[in-house]
């Protein structure tokens, strides 16, 4: 179960199911605008796999940044061994602000 999981990183957990993506996980996508609410467990969920669509920052980014999920599945900048989800479209200059990504999965940060 979550609640508003709406622009937060997305991955499948062990039991296949999906939930927000904790620090530098291997990321399936990002949670659609249509997943605002509570989300019960076993409900459908939209999320988005490619191209450019919304994230929520959990620090500040710099446009062109690659960006990886925090431990509560928002995006910060990756960092060493962190997955790459993609790539910022805009700068945020702080936490909880919704920016524009290029959606890549671009594996793991060097």
């Known amino acids: 179960a979550m609640t508003d999981p709406a622009f ?3 991955k499948f957990n062990t039991d ?5 993506a904790a620090a530098g996980d291997c990321a399936l996508g990002v949670f659609m605008p249509t997943n605002d609410g509570a989300i019960a ?5 939209d999320i988005q796999v490619k191209d450019i669509g919304y994230v929520k920052t959990g620090a500040a980014i710099t446009k062109g940044a690659a960006i990886a999920a925090d431990a509560n599945g928002k995006a910060i900048p990756a960092t060493s061994g962190k997955f790459i989800v993609g790539f910022a479209l805009a700068s945020a200059a702080a936490a909880d ?11 793991y940060q060097a």
């Open 97 to 107: 602000e919704v920016i524009l990504m290029q959606i890549t999965k671009s594996g």
């Open 8 to 10: 937060f990183i997305a």
């Open 41 to 45: 467990q076993g409900d459908g969920v």
């Open 16 to 20: 296949g199911g999906v939930v927000k």
